[in-house]
Each structure stands twice: as C-alpha cells, then as structure tokens.
C-alpha cells in the first residue's frame, strides 16, 4: 500500500544492486573519523582545562559555571492559591511590592550608585581640558533623569507600602476589617521598606560625597547662561532652552540638593479624596512602631559581634524607618530613640557602599531634631569622643586583628578542604593559606569556587532537609487547627496561611517562594497555632535556609572586593610589602582577583564616551603601579645580583646572608601568570624578557663581554629557572682590539699610527692617551674574520691596494726631485768610479753624506728632513704589507680552527651520495649539499690560502718597470742613507723607553725592512742593492772604529785618566749599539725578501712562468676535452 500512495517522481527500481551499502559504510566511515577527531579536541581542551594558565580564575571568563539559585517560573499569582480569596489578595499584594522592593534595590545597587560613585573618574586633572567637565556633564545628564525617574518610582512605592498596611491595620472599630490582624505582624513588610530608604538615603549620601559632580554642575549651568546669551552660535532653538532650564532645576532640587530621602518622607501619605487615612490611624502607629522595635532587638543583639552578617544594613533600615515613623505620625519614643543613638558605640560609622561612609548619630539628629533636643549635650558629645578612640583602638590593634583573622581564615580553609576534599589536594590550598587580610575575602571566595561542586551537592541536601524540618513543623501546627472544631473567620486565615506555607515550601527554595512563606507565617503563626518551644525552632530553620539558598550570592557579595578602587592608594604600599617579603608571593593572585572586582561597577560608568576609557585609565595605572613597585624592582635586583655574583673576584659588596640578610627572589617565578583585563602577567616571562633584552643590548655595545653575560644567563637558569635567549651575536675576545672593517675604512691612519713586528706578527700603538697601548695579533684578525665572513679579507686587500696606489705616487714624486734625482744620479756614478777600489763596498761616509746634503735642503717644524719623511713613507707602505700578510695568516688561523672538527682533511665524505643512497628528503638533500660546498670551502681555504703578496707584485711590478718610471731605478742608491737615517730614528726611540717623558718611544718598526723589500722586487733591483754590499761595508766600519777604541783603552789606561776612560767606554757603548741595530735590520729585511722570493730575478720568474703554462698545455692535450682543468691558484 504504501508503494501506491509514493508520488511518481519517487518510484524507482528495486533491484539492490549494493550502492546502497556502500554509502552507508562511507558515511559511517567519516561519521567515525568525525568522533575520533572531536575526542581528540575534547581530550586537549580538558587537558588544557585541568592544567590551567592561571591559579586564579577569572569567574566571568569561565567555559563553564554552576549557578545554584533556582529561578521562580510560577507567577506570584500561580503560587499564592488558596480557598482563602481575601487573603490571597492579601499576601499577593505585599508580595509583589516586596518583590518590587527587591528589583529596585538591586537596580540602585548595580547601576545608579556607580553610575554616580565613578562620575569624573578615569579622567587626570593633567589630562583635562577646557570643557571637558562640561562635556562630561552633558553626557550624564540623562543619567540623571533616569535616576530622577527611579527615585520617583521609589517614592510611589514607598507610598504604596505604607497605605497597604495602614488599609490592613484600621483603628475605625465600626469600618470592616480586611482580615483580623491581632497578633498578625508583616515584619518582612517593614524590613523591605527599610531597604528602600535605605537606598534613598545612600543616593543622598554619594551625591552629598561628591564634589566633583557638583562643581562639573556649576561649570555647566554658567555654560547654559552663555548659551542663552548666543543660542545661535552654539546651533541651538531659543524655544527649546527654556523647556530645558526647567528640567535642571527640577533635577537639581530633586536630586542634587541632598533632599532625595526627606522628599520621600514628607510626602502627603493621608489620601486627599476620602481614602485611607494614615497619620490619624493609631493602630498602624502602633503596628509600626511595634515592628521596627521587633526588627531592632534582632539587629541589637548580633551587631559588632563575630557572627554579624547583614545586620547594619537593617540597622541603616530601622534608622529610615524610625524618622518615617516620626515624620507620619509626629510621635517620638524618647526611650528607643536613646537606644538606636547607643547602637554608635558599638558602631560608630557604617559603610553604605564604596567609600561611602554614614554616621547614625548625625542622620538621627539632624532628621528629628525635636527628640535630639530632648537628649542632652554630654551624650552627644560623649558619640563623637568615642567615634575617635574607636579609631585609635582600631589602629593599635589592627595587626593584632589580622593574626587572628588570618588563624580563623586558614583554620577554616583547612577545615573546608579536609570536609569536601575526597582526595586530599594539599598544594593548591597551601598557596592560599600565604594570604593576607587584603586578601582572606578572595581566598574565600575562590575556596568556595574551587569546591563548588561539593558545595553544590551539600546545598541541594541541606535545602531539602530544612525543608523537611519546616514542613514537619507547620503540619503539627495545622492539625492543632484542625482538631480545633470552633470556627472562626481568623481560624480560617490561619488554616489558609499554613497551607499555602505548606505548599509554597513543597517545592525549590526560590527567593519568591521564601517571601510568600514568610507572609503566611506571619498570618500563620496568630492565635498560638504555634507553642513557644515550637515557633523560635522554626524560625532558625526558615533563617537558615534563607542563608543557604542564597549561598553562592551572600559569598559573592560579602567577597566584592570593589571599594579597593576607592582605596587604590594601597596597592603600592601592598606591593612593596610584597615585594620585601618574597615568601608570599602567592597573594599577587588574590589582590589581582580582588581588583578584578571593580570591573563590573566601572562598566556603569556614563560619563565618558564609553566605559573602555574608565577600564584602560584604570588598567594602565594598575600596570604602571606593578611595573614600579614590583616588576621593575624585580629586574634590576636579579640583574645586579647575577652581576655580582659573576664579579665576585672583584670583592664588590659584602654578600654575606648572615650580615646584609638575603630574599629568595625565586619565588615570585614559581607563580602561574596572573590574569588581569585581557592580558596575563607572567612575572617569569616578563624578567626573562628584561635580561634577554638587557644582555643583548649590552653585548652588541661592548661584543668582547659576551662570555660574562653568558656566564649571567647559566647563573639566571640555575638559580631563578629563567629559561634565557641565547643572544646569538658574533662573540669576540676580551682583548679584541680594532676591528678589521674600522682598520679596512681607516687604513691611511692605522699605518701611520701603529708600528709592525715581524717576528711576531703583531701591530703596536705607536703613541695613546692611555696608560696602554693596544695591539692587534693575529688571534684578533682570526675573530673579526669569524665576526664578519672570510669574504672582508678580499676587500681588506683592495682597500690596501688602493692605498699602495696614493703611497706609490707620493714616491714617484719624490725620486723625481731634481735635488733627489741629481744627487742619486751623482752617487751610482761615484760608485761605479770607486768599486774596483774600495772592495765593490758602498762607502759609509757618502751614506752620511748624502744624510747631510738632504738635511741642508730644510726640515719641517718638528725637525724632519725630507728623507726622514721619506722613511715614513716606506714605513708605511711596509705597514700595509705587514697588515696584509697577517690578514692571510689571520684567515688560515680561521679556517683552521674552523676545520678542526673535521676527522681527515685527506678523506672527507661525500655527504650528498650517502642521501642520496639512503633516499632520504629532498630538504635533507639539500642541507648534505650545503655541507659538502662549506666543508670543500674550508679545507682548501686552510689548505693553500691567497698569495696576496704576489697578487701586490704582480699588480705593480710592471708599471714600476716601465721606461716611463726609469727615474725610479734609482732606489737602490737611497737604501743606504735610508738605513743610516732608520738606525739612527731607531735608536733616539729606543732611548725614550727609559725616559720619564715617552713621547716618540718605540722598540720596533719592521714596516721600513717590508717596504724596502717590497719596493726592491717591484723595481726587480735586490742585484744592484746586493752589489753595493751595504751591510758589509756597515759592519767593517764599525768593527773598525771599535778596535780603535779598544786599543786608545788599552793606551789609555796606563795613565789612568778616569774621565777619559768614561767617554770612550761610553763610545765604545754607542758604537755597538748602532753596530746591533744595523744587524737587526739587516736580519728584518732578509726575512722580508723571503716574502718576495729574493732569490729570482723579474727574468727568472717569467722563465718558470712560461715553462709552467706549456706544462699545463701538454697535460690539458693528454685529458679529454669533457675533464675540468683544476683551479687557478690565484683567485
């Protein structure tokens, strides 16, 4: 049948052919692949959950929260149903008023008191400007008419309140009486009534508090009256001013001038038309003050005591209702008035809300002044003296408080946690027990929050347990009323009143449903349906329920911690504290929790653009405070405690614990990261960024510092376990001296103010300011190579090549001379003419010569002739020779040490087959290549090396040997009188290492040997110089001379002439001194010319060269044409 009733697009074949099947598989395929997926996150997230980033929770982020509080869904109406119809009426009407009660406090609390209590903040005087207040206040005015229309609503109600219980309480004996109310007493009437005054009398207060709010109002009515004056230029309708005037002052006197509460009860409560008469009813003044008695002696007794909980609240409450009592019914109980004034010696002053504070003694005097008349002065007097040692008291005792505070919270916390702990988690509480006062209330807090589940399950047990009780009792009083056969219409009332108790509490424990009970009881319990031993048991278990299913709020509400805004002042006293005493640094969770707290008031803030502005003013100025007091200080404590502990050598400081005392700062890192606002706070992280920071700035400053700091960062993760960055900066040596980029840019002065040794390879300061004098070695070249690359030492050798080419003309110009050149020309002729006779020895005398005939020409203002310049210059372009040679043997130290780790430089492996065989990834490939092309690098970079002294000869040997430059052929002929002219600058300089005075002292300068050696090869001329056998001629000269003296002391002695014996010992001296330093030189430039292969010729050279190249040709014809020829030595 059902094939029939398918419509015809949905017939179809029904042969299964199995497709079916297979969709259903693939669906259950990917629905499982969906599952495992989906637990995998789950199982993250609840891992992530159960090790959380912060200790502390913020509530109002959480995934998940339990609230307790049932909600009503039955409507008063559906919940007050009994036979009773009058009585229905009734409790439906003061249970909807106290209902409205409720929702207004709620609304004042919430959104009016903070509305005002923050008005002008998040705003610095500094910051304001002109106009701002009034901007401010123009924002807020419709604040305030909405507040305006809320104290309206409240005066209705309060109107309403009291002519609902003077319609019940009629002293007209004839009038019908709604129901009979002897021994019916609405206390929860009268207590709610007081909270709404209450409420009246907290907005006078904050307003009366504020003076910012009234002097912004000042600035903004002056800037109505200037509007007034100009309405167009500010684009604003004459008409529409007047209106808006009005409404000010309406405002003003409603609101601003401190009457909000009086004007409430000086309202007209008599009706005008003939309705109910309030003042005249003598049954409702007696009901009334009859109830405010009662209220009071519950308050009297448990104020000021440990087991307080709201009763100064309902103290403020019976204060309202006291003058509202006076002001209907002009009547004072002198008697109970006294005692409402004694309750100021328990309790001096009361806290409304905030910062907020209420004096009773002042509000009851000034309010009924009549009755204060009655009382005399001492009295009076005696409150305020007593308002004073109350304080003083307090102050005295405050530490002692605190300890027994602190003894009470942890012994309770402990308690809590062994009762609904099932297994016992010690670490968590441990933390809380480190709390301070400031702090218990979150500690508190959270102990309920972290156990809310227990709680949760107890709250729900015990409800229904006290339930239970109150139940049992109520059906004991209803069958003493029903066994009671009398009827009565007041009978009946009771029976209706149990009841509807009866049924209200068969069900959960809402906060509508505990009013109706409180209602019906109050009807209930007339006529003593209930014994004595009875009614007091069941008013404990209706108290105790109405605190255990309000439980999560009544906590909540006593552990806002909002008034520290209010009392910001604190925090970096508190953080400070902290601070000094590392052990409780736990706290920082709580006091950061408790200043979360004032969030959610600062969202009602209206006038400001919008409420971010108050939250970031306040965030920032929390950070700022944190930052100061504990942050900062945090940073550099641990900074200068790892610099002296790395300095300890240095004896800095007494670090001895036992005299300067010690703080284990460590703690503060062991905490998880606080969260406030949007961010969290890592303490850990925070003082780790400082130090990665700190560290690398100072290492990229001073490089040769890296091994200290990194000495600090070992020493910061073994002591705090601050996990450090490393800085990853090109380290350098301690004494690192210049670097090679500043030597390459500044070549021209670095050869002129440092001084070569050959033997050592190493440059020394010629003159400084310090008391030392630096020096650069080849370990230095070796670092600053590692520091910037092997590709700086190609560049180096340009540099220096470019300078060789300024140098060299310099040169030219001077051989060119014609006093130079003539005199050159003049000394080879002399030569030439004299060495068959003189031995082919240049002769010493025409060196001297040649030295004088220079000097004759004109020295220079600090005493230098022109070959002494000439000197210089030599030296100088040898200081470049020397430099580039220790640039080679600096980048061969590099390339070796970096080599090192490598096995066998004659078998390396091929790292890229080895991948290749094994298969592996293309990114491996890729990084085995890159290995291959750095290690072939760095064998053949140690392996040979440039011959950048070849390079040097080779690049201006020809030009040096061009027809053109034949005037520099003469070189040879200078060397001498160069050599004479070095020994003796050598000498003087040596001679000032002893003097006081060392300006110009020096005990070596091996660049005069290398450029002599250099600028002999580049002009092929170490034959001709080797001809004039020089040093020979040197050296017999001087051997000579000091024979001669030998033997004048031999002569001399004999005759014993002392003075003339002093002066040829000091000859004799001086002789071989110039005879060892023309030795030295002589060694110097020998081991120079070995650099520049002294032993071939220009035409030897090119001889080997040509016989290498047809070597190379006959090997390349005997390869096949696809074979690589092997690299050029010279690159």
């Known amino acids: 049948m059902a094939v029939e009733t398918l419509s015809p697009d949905w017939e179809f074949d029904r042969v299964d052919d199995g497709s079916q099947k297979i969709h259903a598989e693939v669906q259950l395929k990917n629905y499982g692949k969906f599952l495992d997926e989906y637990t995998s996150q789950l199982r993250r997230i609840e891992d992530a959950l159960d090790d959380s980033i912060g200790d502390v929770w913020d509530f109002n982020f959480d995934p998940i929260a339990l609230k307790l509080l049932p909600y009503e869904q039955s409507s008063l109406l559906e919940l007050i149903k009994t036979e009773n119809k009058v009585l229905n009426k009734v409790i439906t009407v003061y249970a909807a008023l106290c209902c409205e009660i409720k929702k207004l406090k709620y609304e004042a609390e919430t959104k009016f008191y903070n509305g005002l209590l923050f008005y002008g903040e998040g705003a610095t005087d500094s910051s304001m400007v002109e106009g701002d207040c009034q901007i401010q206040m123009g924002r807020f005015i419709s604040f305030l008419q909405e507040l305006s229309c809320f104290v309206t609503r409240c005066y209705e109600v309060v109107m309403n309140v009291v002519h609902q219980l003077a319609a019940l309480y009629i002293s007209n004996k004839i009038a019908p009486k709604i129901i009979e109310t002897t021994g019916v007493h609405f206390q929860t009437m009268y207590e ?132 509202l009592h006076f002001q209907i019914f002009r009547t004072v109980d002198k008697k109970f008035y006294k005692s409402l004034l004694d309750i100021c010696k328990k309790v001096p002053a009361i806290t409304l809300t905030a910062n907020i504070i209420w004096f009773p003694d002042n509000f009851l005097i000034q309010k009924i002044p009549a009755a204060a008349k009655l009382l005399d002065r001492k009295s009076l007097q005696a409150i305020k003296i007593y308002r004073d040692t109350f304080l003083q008291q307090k102050a005295q005792s405050l530490t002692k408080d605190v300890q027994s505070y602190y003894v009470f919270v942890s012994s309770w916390m402990m308690k809590m946690e062994s009762i609904l702990s099932k297994e016992q988690r010690m670490d968590k509480f441990a933390e809380d027990l480190t709390n301070r006062c400031n702090v218990f209330i979150q500690a508190i807090e959270h102990m309920f929050y972290r156990r809310s589940m227990v709680v949760a399950d107890s709250v729900s047990h015990i409800t229904q347990h006290l339930q239970h009780q109150a139940l049992n009792s109520i059906s004991v009083a209803k069958k003493r009323v029903i066994s009671d056969k009398k009827y009565s219409e007041q009978r009946l009332d009771v029976l209706s009143a149990l009841v509807l108790a009866e049924n209200t509490l068969n069900g959960p424990s809402t906060k509508q449903r505990r009013l109706i009970v409180s209602l019906a009881l109050s009807v209930g319990t007339q006529m003593k349906t209930f014994k004595d031993e009875e009614l007091f048991p069941l008013q404990v278990v209706m108290k105790k329920l109405n605190l255990i299913s309000e439980l999560r709020e009544r906590v909540q509400t006593q552990c806002d911690c909002c008034f520290l805004y209010w009392h910001r002042a604190v925090f970096p006293i508190y953080l400070d504290d902290v601070y000094e005493n590392a052990v409780d640094a736990a706290r920082l969770h709580y006091m950061f929790s408790a200043l979360r707290d004032c969030v959610p008031a600062m969202m009602h803030a209206r006038h400001l653009e919008s409420y971010e502005i108050l939250l970031d003013c306040y965030d920032k100025e929390i950070m700022e405070i944190l930052n100061e007091h504990l942050l900062d200080k945090l940073c550099k404590e641990i900074e200068k405690d790892l610099r002296l502990s790395v300095h300890t050598h240095l004896k800095l400081d007494d670090r001895n614990p036992f005299k300067v005392g010690m703080k284990d700062l460590a703690l503060f890192f062991s905490l998880n990261p606080i969260r406030f606002f949007n961010r969290f706070i890592d303490i850990r992280a925070y003082v780790t960024h400082y130090l990665d920071k700190t560290f690398y700035n100072l290492t990229t400053v001073a490089l040769h510092d890296w091994a200290t700091y990194s000495e600090m960062r070992n020493l910061a993760t073994q002591r705090y376990g601050l996990v450090m960055t490393e800085a990853h900066l090109p380290s350098q040596t301690l004494e690192q001296g210049l670097d090679v980029l500043e030597i390459m840019r500044n070549i021209h002065i670095f050869v002129s103010r440092y001084l070569y040794n050959l033997n050592n390879q190493i440059f020394i300061e010629r003159t400084s300011n310090n008391k030392h004098l630096n020096t650069i070695n080849i370990r230095h070249i070796a670092n600053s190579i590692r520091t910037h690359g092997t590709g700086i030492m190609n560049t180096t050798v340009n540099f220096t090549y470019q300078f060789l080419k300024k140098k060299f003309y310099i040169f030219s110009q001077f051989m060119y001379d014609e006093h130079i050149k003539s005199r050159l020309i003049k000394d080879i002729r002399f030569f030439r003419e004299i060495k068959d006779q003189n031995d082919h020895k240049y002769p010493f005398e025409r060196a001297e010569k040649f030295n004088r005939g220079i000097r004759k020409l004109g020295i220079t203002p600090e005493g230098q002739s022109y070959l002494d310049q000439f000197r210089q210059l030599i030296s100088q372009i040898g200081n470049a020779m020397g430099y580039v040679r220790m640039i080679r043997s600096g980048g061969l130290h590099c390339s070796s040490n970096a080599i090192r780790f490598v096995p066998d430089l004659e078998d390396i492996v091929n790292f890229e087959e080895l991948v290749k065989e094994e298969g592996l990834a293309e990114e491996t490939l890729k990084a085995a290549r890159h290995l291959d092309s750095v290690l072939s690098d760095h064998t053949r970079n140690s392996a040979e090396g440039t011959e950048y002294f070849k390079m040097l000869v080779d690049v201006f040997a020809p030009e040096f040997r061009r027809p053109k430059n034949i005037h520099l052929r003469n070189f040879y002929i200078i060397v001498p009188p160069l050599t004479l002219n070095f020994v003796e600058h050598s000498i003087s300089c040596k001679e000032k290492l002893n003097k006081k005075n060392k300006i110009g002292a020096a005990f070596t300068d091996d660049g005069f040997a290398m450029g002599v050696a250099y600028i002999l090869k580049l002009l092929d001329q170490y034959q001709e110089f080797d001809s004039l056998h020089w040093f020979q001629s040197v050296r017999e000269k001087y051997l000579k001379e000091i024979r001669a003296v030998a033997k004048q002391q031999n002569v001399q002695s004999t005759s014993q002439d002392e003075k003339l014996l002093q002066t040829m010992n000091l000859t004799q001296k001086r002789l071989e001194v110039y005879l060892q330093e023309f030795e030295l030189l002589y060694f110097s430039l020998s081991s120079a010319r070995i650099f520049f292969r002294a032993d071939k010729t220009a035409a030897e050279e090119n001889q080997e060269k040509k016989e290498k190249e047809e070597e190379t040709k006959t090997s390349n014809g005997d390869l096949s044409d696809s074979t690589v020829s092997a690299d050029p030595v010279v690159k």
């Not at 405002?251 to 005249?280: P, R």
């Not at 100064?312 to 003058?323: A, E, H, I, P, S």
Request: charged fraction near 25%.
């Open 192 to 323: 709610h009534l007081g909270e709404l005054l209450t409420v009246l009398l907290t907005l006078d207060e904050i307003i009366d508090n504020h003076i910012t709010l009234k002097d912004h109002w000042t600035m903004y009515k002056r800037l109505l009256k200037s509007v007034h004056h100009n309405p167009s230029k500010f684009g604003i309708q004459e008409e529409k001013l007047k209106p808006f005037e009005k409404f000010l002052l309406k405002l003003e006197g409603q609101l601003l001038d401190g009457m909000i509460f009086q004007a409430c009860i000086e309202q007209q409560f008599d009706s005008l038309n003939g309705g109910v008469s309030v003042s005249k009813n003598s049954t409702f003044a007696e009901e009334f003050a009859h109830s405010i008695r009662s209220i009071f002696a519950n308050v009297e007794a448990r104020l000021g005591e440990p087991s307080e909980i709201d009763q100064r609240d309902k103290y403020v409450g019976v204060c309202g209702l006291f003058v």
